[in-house]
Each structure stands twice: as C-alpha cells, then as structure tokens.
C-alpha cells in the first residue's frame, strides 16, 4: 500500500514538476519510514514547499484539542506556517503559489475537524484559480459506513462539515471529491493523487504502525469505538480526556460504575464489552476527581459491526440521561450533542424515553441509503 504522499515522491505528476507548493499536513502526515510530510517535500528537488498550512493540533502535533493555533514558522524547515484553526488568515498568504497540498491523515468520523478545515480551505484557494491536490491517505475504519446523514440547518460546523454519515467509509480524498460534486467546482480545482494498492479494508489489515492523527488517538480501538463515544462530548460525563484512555472510558464522580457495567451487558453488541472502571482526569471534565464510569473493550474473535460503537453509545446515554446530575451541555445556545449527531432527535429521544430501535434502525436506513447514492468511490466499498 502506498499513500498519496509516497506516491508523489517517487512519480511526482507533470503539473506539479517546479512548481510553488503549499502544504497542509498534521502530525500523522509521514511516510512508511516515519518521515513528516514537510520534511519530505521541502528537500523534493523537483517542487518548491514554500508555505506550510496547520489544522487543529498543529502541524506537528503540539497543540491539545480545540487549542487554537498560531501563524509562525516551522523549526525544522524555517518555512512560515500559517494557521487554519483559531485564527483568521489571508488569501495573500498564498499569493505566487502554484498548488496547494493536502496531506491529512483522517479518522473515517464526521466529527474530525480535519475534512471541515479541507472544505474550508479549498472553497476559498478555488477562488483564486490555484488547484488543490490531494495527497489520499486511506481509512483506519475501512469503507464501511454507519450513523446519521448529514447535518441540518443551523448545526453546521467544523465537526459538521459533509453531508455524510457519521462513520462516513471515505478517504480524505474522496471526501473532497464529495465537495467538489456538491458545489459544482470546476473540473481540474481538486485532484486527487490515490492511495495505491488499498481495497478498503480497516487499519488491523494495513501492515503498518499507528501513527496518531491526533494527541488523543490513541489507537485504533480508540478510533473504531470514537464514532459513537465521541457523543459523550455533548454531554457533562467524561470522555476519557486527560487520562490514558480518551473515548475507551467514560465516567464521572456520580456514577455507579459496576451498575452501569451490568446494565450495558445485557444489550450491548456482541463485538463491545463494558467493565467497571475507576479514573481520575488530569484536564478537561472532572479534572482531578475520581470518576467511576466504564471502559470498553472491542472482542476480537466477533465480527464487529460499523454501528456497534454507535449503538453502544446511544445506550450508554440513554442509561444515565435520567440521572440527576447529568446535563446535556450547551455552546452559545446550541446542544453540542445536536452538532455532533446533526439533529435534535437524538437527544430529544433519549430524554423522552422512546424506543432506542426505532432510532437506530432509521440510522441504519440513512447509512444504506446513502451508500446507494452517488457519493464518488475511488476505493472497492470493502464489502
């Protein structure tokens, strides 16, 4: 297998020889020997890396999450560095640039800020007459998809940006090509250079080490089981953030970890297991509060299902949404739990009391519709 970005050190494409390039990479932009992106392009002898472009995390991986980042230069290189994630930028900072790279390494979840900083930053280098190249790196999740379509009106936002399921089952690339078919970009603004020798399967079959796309992604566990416990982010339970486990354990100081653990066992899928966990949180929710909850383990010898991180998630909630101390928590007057989901119907249903099924079997209905459609593929569906 080989990603976009060893394919371009190798077979560079006729456009690109001596060209101006800006490159827009994270900490998991590195090549089979561990190399970062920008240090491979910026000594090419055939392209000139003359800016560096940063998403959330930074392009190394320095900041934590939601940390804005800052316009600067980059050590290694003495390149300037300007920011995509918490800061405004100027066009300008283009300016003489020939083609804008793409080397971003995503999860294969709709709530990853890498696809929404991508989107933003194509519509605005279209503007100005300069094509974005995608450097394609594949899917740790493989091509399956799961979970509710798209977002609606009002709940849009970086972790919102495609109108796609939550576990989507696309490349970066084929995300931009989902762009580019929605906004009717003009043919040639977005390429993209494909992974060679991927069919769509998952992480576990890639022959690689993980490298973390993220500080708190941790591994693939973590990624497979983040399309579902990212939604305890909307709420007032830790995700795990600030302890060893990010998205594997989730709890707080009133809750009744071994209850809970034995509630989930009678109704989780068959690939998840919950044990009774007791952790306390350098940062973020509870920090330095001993929080009972539970840890979730994937079954190996089970074939797992591409919504069963999802449905493990929704029972969770719906088994402490009724306690008193919990709370569906808010930013500037819209539940982030909506913004995530991409409708009001999760939690509204979860603080009904209705019937859990009924919700999930209408996910299960959208993810299938959706792979009927007309989203374009450049990998097999890994069916």
Known sequence: MRPGLERLAREIPADLRRARVALLAGPASVDRRGESAVDVLA????????????????????????????????????LPVTS???REWDQQALAGVD???????????????YPGTMRS??????????????????????????????????LGSLVGAFPVPVRHGRTIG??????????????GAVRVLPVQGWQG????????????PSPNSSGPEMAELYPGMCLVEGTNLSEGRGTAYPFRQVGAPWLDGPALAAALRERLPRAVRARPVWFVPTASKHAGQVCQGVFFDL?????????????????????????SEFRWLAH??????????????????LDAGEDLPTLLEDWRQQAQAFEKGSAPRLYPSGR
């Open 43 to 78: 000594r090419h002898k055939e392209i000139r890396l003359v800016r560096l472009l940063a998403a959330e995390h930074g392009l190394r991986g320095e900041h934590p999450a939601g940390e804005a980042v800052a316009h600067g230069t980059d050590a290694a290189t003495g």
């Open 84 to 86: 995509l994630y918490g």
């Open 99 to 113: 083609a804008v790279l793409v080397d971003l390494q995503d999860i294969g979840c709709r709530y990853y800020t």
């Open 121 to 154: 930053l194509i519509l605005r280098v279209v503007r100005l007459g300069v094509p974005v190249w995608i450097l394609d790196r594949p899917n740790p999740l493989g091509a399956a998809v799961a979970g509710p379509v798209g977002v609606e009106p009002g």
């Open 174 to 187: 084929e995300l931009a090509l989902v762009l580019a078919q929605e906004e009717r970009l003009t043919a």
């Open 201 to 212: 399967e998952p992480f576990a079959r890639w022959g690689r080490p993980w490298v973390p």
């Open 299 to 323: 079954e190996p010898r089970v074939r797992r299902e591409a919504d069963a991180a999802l449905d493990a998630a929704v029972l969770l909630l719906s088994l402490v949404c009724h306690h």
């Open 332 to 349: 500037g007057g819209v539940h982030w739990v909506d913004r995530l989901s991409g409708s009001a119907r999760l939690r509204r249903d």
